[in-house]
């Protein structure tokens, strides 16, 4: 497998619309729905058997791409965060870095692979990745630098554009490997994707990837290697990837049957986004909210929260718009570990439609507060 394709694998570069059996419009990608991927944590799952049926459905407007029963062979479970650059050990060596994506694998403890973007109003970059590695006693880690334009922004139906890339490693002209990779990208759709865990607003790409790999060995061609295929991504607001889909090298029908990869995304855990954790930079750690379990949950969850002193407190529920939807708590409580649950009715005592929703903890000025998907 070649580095590419090691990333395409690797990356699942959070999450913020799922609105199960709607009719979305079309949309389109900024680069602050990029930034908002800040504070999440995805758990994907991939499919690693050579031969995968599947159905990548159509292109054009308002497409269904329904991947429930889609079965998986072989699974692995990797972990995707997002991340400041300030919360990377090797944030130094990619000062123009905006946007980190930490990835690790259930497989492979104790190693990490990050990603440097820089993301733009009109670019989004690709400018490194580090990778540590610890596995039997041998610990070690690698940098890589680059500067290549993943896609223009911001991103829209009919967008197309090429991504050239050229990376060189080993010892040249000693012995190295050259990767040329010339891909054609076009955003043929958008709709609706459908997985096991909701329903997302998502752009389709559509990518006619070509990549040639030349060894050199004493400055001299000694052989080349050219792999082509199709990779559909499937690519929502603040969740990069929800799904990806690739032919089999070689084929490059746009209605493949036959994938050698696929991956979706399983479950998400979104700490707080970007404007949240810049609101919470310098609070004291007088109180602190915790990941609500289950997540996603149906029909009920545990929200809990730790007080270092006595304080008035206040727990609440809101939409994505910023519409409190429930007043769980509001009262002064003590020191010490306190749960709520929360049974997805609304001070109406109505139940509400599945979704994600804002769970807030208050205090005077002071507030911290988390995501959560309710699935009906």
């Known amino acids: 497998m070649n580095r590419r394709q090691l990333l395409l694998t690797l990356t699942t570069l959070t999450f913020l619309a799922i609105l199960p059996t709607h009719v979305f419009s079309q949309i389109t990608l900024s680069d602050s729905d990029f930034l908002g991927q800040i504070g999440s944590r995805q758990v994907v799952l991939e499919d690693r058997r050579f031969s995968i049926p599947i159905d990548v459905g159509s292109?054009?407007?308002?497409?269904?791409?329904?991947?429930?029963?889609?079965?998986i062979g072989d699974s692995a479970f990797g972990v995707t965060e997002f991340l400041r650059l300030d919360e990377t050990v090797s944030g130094t060596t990619f000062p123009g870095a905006n946007l980190v994506e930490k990835i690790t694998s259930y497989e492979a403890p104790g190693?990490?692979?990050?990603?440097?973007?820089?993301?733009?109003?009109?670019?989004?970059?690709?400018?490194?990745d580090s990778s540590y590695i610890s596995t039997g006693g041998f610990d070690t880690s690698f940098v890589f630098f680059q500067n290549d334009s993943l896609a223009p922004l911001p991103l829209l139906f009919n967008?197309?554009?090429?991504?050239?890339?050229?990376?060189?490693?080993?010892?040249?002209?000693?012995?190295?490997?050259?990767?040329?990779?010339?891909?054609?990208?076009?955003?043929?759709?958008?709709?609706?994707?459908?997985l096991p865990m909701g329903d997302f607003e998502c752009l389709r790409v559509h990518q006619k990837v070509k990549v040639t790999n030349q060894s050199i060995v004493n400055g001299i061609l000694v052989s080349t290697?050219?792999?082509?295929?199709?990779?559909?991504?499937?690519?929502?607001?603040?969740?990069?990837?929800?799904?990806?889909?690739?032919?089999?090298?070689?084929?490059?029908?746009?209605?493949?049957?036959?994938?050698?990869?696929?991956?979706?995304?399983?479950?998400?855990?979104?700490?707080?986004?970007?404007?949240?954790?810049?609101?919470?930079?310098?609070?004291?750690?007088?109180?602190?909210?915790?990941?609500?379990?289950?997540?996603?949950?149906?029909?009920?969850?545990?929200i809990k929260?730790?007080?270092?002193?006595?304080?008035?407190?206040?727990?609440?529920?809101?939409?994505?718009?910023?519409?409190?939807?429930?007043?769980?708590?509001s009262q002064n409580q003590p020191e010490g570990i306190h749960q709520i649950k929360w049974d997805g009715t609304n001070d109406a005592g109505r139940a509400v439609s599945s979704g994600v929703y804002l769970y807030e903890l208050r205090s005077g000025a002071l507030r911290q507060s988390k995501k959560m998907l309710l699935l009906q």
């Open 225 to 302: 290697n050219v792999d082509s295929f199709v990779q559909y991504d499937w690519i929502s607001k603040d969740v990069f990837l929800v799904a990806t889909a690739q032919s089999q090298n070689g084929d490059m029908n746009p209605n493949f049957t036959n994938a050698q990869g696929f991956g979706r995304l399983d479950s998400l855990s979104i700490i707080t986004s970007v404007q949240e954790r810049d609101n919470l930079t310098g609070i004291p750690s007088n109180f602190q909210l915790f990941d609500n379990y289950p997540n996603p949950f149906n029909p009920e969850t545990v």
């Open 59 to 71: 292109p054009g407007a308002n497409q269904v791409w329904d991947f429930r029963s889609q079965a």
């Open 159 to 194: 967008n197309t554009w090429l991504a050239p890339e050229r990376d060189t490693t080993g010892i040249y002209p000693l012995t190295a490997n050259i990767s040329i990779d010339t891909t054609l990208n076009t955003v043929d759709g958008w709709g609706t994707v459908r």
């Open 305 to 329: 929260y730790q007080l270092n002193e006595s304080a008035d407190v206040e727990v609440a529920i809101f939409n994505l718009l910023g519409q409190r939807i429930r007043l769980l708590l």
């Open 111 to 128: 190693s990490a692979f990050f990603n440097f973007f820089k993301v733009t109003a009109t670019d989004f970059l690709a400018i490194g």
